[in-house]
């Protein structure tokens, strides 16, 4: 696809942690290209090099340094949205862009457990995003909302994916250790993390148990059902920079080795055939050395959007017990919605959004990859309630 045939897409709280991180990765991205940016009123009007602070290790790209920043409002905005702002602005501005057609891809937990919401992971239940259909934006004007997870719940996520479907996991007990980029920017003052773990971060507990049972569950019909397992999660803020590091200690419904467990995760390749640009090769690494996964050295593996697990040995209270890190920003965030974007257009979910020269050749190419699919099984059970549209 080349540049002016890319599917043209729009940040929502472009100037934020997670903002920055979408223009990073979307920067030579092979299907959508940024054309619309929207942060608060403090930043509308003006140039994006003005309004954001940038805080990525790469340099803000000219082009988009000079864009002007756009109001918040669906008027004028392209009809994908990447949507990266606080839960309570979300609830009311994303339902605005779904209700003027946009589809919007969303990291704000706003409605990640509305009924009629997919909250997706492309490698553990692409099959939910069929909820769309659910959605009366959907039934009006085309326009959606697909969520991604909490930044922390995404790595013991993929994790335990291959493993509860092959032995059952029925108890899961975590504890994270997140980074300060998780907050945002400024987020938490350096006075109160240097030399200091905090061992609170608002509701992010309740979030994580929630959204771990909501992504492992089962779609029967139009409705999830969690996975039926009880979980407990604690989460501490640490002075690291980038990185979420969980223990997690898992109760299996049936026994597993340590070599079934390890086979497990180095067979875990559910994208593999769909060939999306940001999915990573291998979604879990396994590090065996004693003292990984550590953030600052394993946090990039798979351009970020590989997690990594270690320490795998038996629990004393439980079965098993483990470490997984993700990056919080990349795979906990921008690149999970990027993730979530590539998946809907291999579906066929955005073509509303497709450029006008490019939609012909896009149904075509979106028949070949269903029918590849469906005879490569790609989906195990199948895309339940995802015919074309
Ligand atoms: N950071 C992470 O690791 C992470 C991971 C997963 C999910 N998330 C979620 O992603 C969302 C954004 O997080 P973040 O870390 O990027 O936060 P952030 O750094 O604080 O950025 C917030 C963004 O929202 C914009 N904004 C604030 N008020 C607004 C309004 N009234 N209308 C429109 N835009 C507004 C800000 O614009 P101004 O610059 O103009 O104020 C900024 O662009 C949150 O829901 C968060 O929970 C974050």
């Given at each position: 696809?080349?540049?002016?045939?890319?599917?043209?897409?729009?940040?929502?709280?472009?100037?934020?942690?997670?903002?920055?991180?979408?223009?990073?990765?979307?920067?030579?991205?092979?299907?959508?290209?940024?054309?619309?940016?929207?942060?608060?009123?403090?930043?509308?009007?003006?140039?994006?090099?003005?309004?954001?602070?940038?805080?990525?290790?790469?340099?803000?790209?000219?082009?988009?340094?000079?864009?002007?920043?756009?109001?918040?409002?669906?008027?004028?905005?392209?009809?994908?949205?990447?949507?990266?702002?606080?839960?309570?602005?979300?609830?009311?501005?994303?339902?605005?862009?779904?209700?003027?057609?946009?589809?919007?891809?969303?990291?704000?937990?706003?409605?990640?457990?509305?009924?009629?919401?997919?909250?997706?992971?492309?490698?553990?239940?692409?099959?939910?995003?069929?909820?769309?259909?659910?959605q009366s934006w959907r039934k009006e004007s085309g326009g959606f909302i697909v969520t991604n997870s909490n930044c922390t719940a995404m790595g013991p996520v993929l994790a335990l994916k291959p493993l509860v479907d092959r032995f059952g996991v029925e108890q899961i007990f975590a504890t994270s250790m997140q980074a300060v980029s998780g907050a945002g920017y400024p987020g938490v003052p350096s006075m109160d993390i240097l030399d200091n773990v905090i061992p609170y971060i608002g509701s992010e507990e309740e979030k994580m148990e929630a959204e771990t049972l909501k992504l492992l569950g089962t779609l029967e019909g139009s409705v999830v059902t969690p996975l039926r397992a009880r979980m407990s999660a604690s989460c501490n803020r640490v002075a690291v920079v980038d990185g979420h590091t969980v223990s997690v200690s898992i109760k299996l419904a049936t026994p597993a080795t340590?070599?079934?467990?390890?086979?497990?995760?180095?067979?875990?390749?559910?994208?593999?055939?769909?060939?999306?640009?940001?999915?990573?090769?291998?979604?879990?690494?396994?590090?065996?050395?004693?003292?990984?996964?550590?953030?600052?050295?394993?946090?990039?593996?798979?351009?970020?959007?590989?997690?990594?697990?270690?320490?795998?040995?038996?629990?004393?209270?439980?079965?098993?017990?483990?470490?997984?890190?993700?990056?919080?920003?990349?795979?906990g965030a921008a690149g999970a919605t990027i993730l979530n974007a590539e998946l809907l257009r291999s579906l066929g979910k955005l073509d509303a959004a497709a450029p006008p020269d490019r939609s012909g050749a896009l149904q075509r190419k979106?028949?070949?990859?269903?029918?590849?699919?469906?005879?490569?099984?790609?989906?195990?059970?199948?895309?339940?309630?995802?015919g074309v549209t």
């Open positions: 696809m080349d540049i002016q045939n890319k599917y043209p897409i729009g940040i929502l709280g472009a100037t934020g942690m997670v903002g920055q991180r979408y223009i990073q990765l979307l920067e030579r991205h092979p299907w959508f290209e940024v054309a619309w940016l929207a942060a608060s009123d403090r930043s509308s009007g003006k140039t994006y090099g003005e309004a954001a602070k940038w805080r990525l290790d790469t340099p803000c790209p000219e082009r988009i340094a000079r864009m002007t920043v756009s109001p918040a409002e669906p008027e004028g905005a392209p009809k994908i949205i990447f949507a990266s702002i606080d839960a309570a602005i979300a609830l009311e501005l994303e339902p605005k862009f779904a209700a003027a057609g946009c589809a919007v891809v969303s990291n704000s937990s706003a409605f990640r457990m509305a009924a009629n919401v997919p909250l997706v992971l492309p490698e553990v239940n692409a099959e939910h995003l069929s909820l769309i259909e659910e340590r070599e079934e467990i390890l086979a497990c995760w180095a067979g875990f390749r559910p994208l593999a055939l769909r060939h999306l640009p940001s999915a990573p090769d291998q979604p879990v690494e396994w590090a065996p050395e004693a003292d990984r996964p550590q953030p600052r050295l394993d946090r990039n593996r798979g351009n970020g959007m590989a997690v990594t697990v270690g320490r795998l040995r038996p629990c004393n209270v439980l079965d098993w017990k483990f470490t997984v890190l993700s990056h919080n920003t990349i795979r979106r028949t070949v990859e269903v029918v590849d699919d469906i005879v490569a099984g790609v989906f195990g059970g199948g895309v339940r309630g995802m």
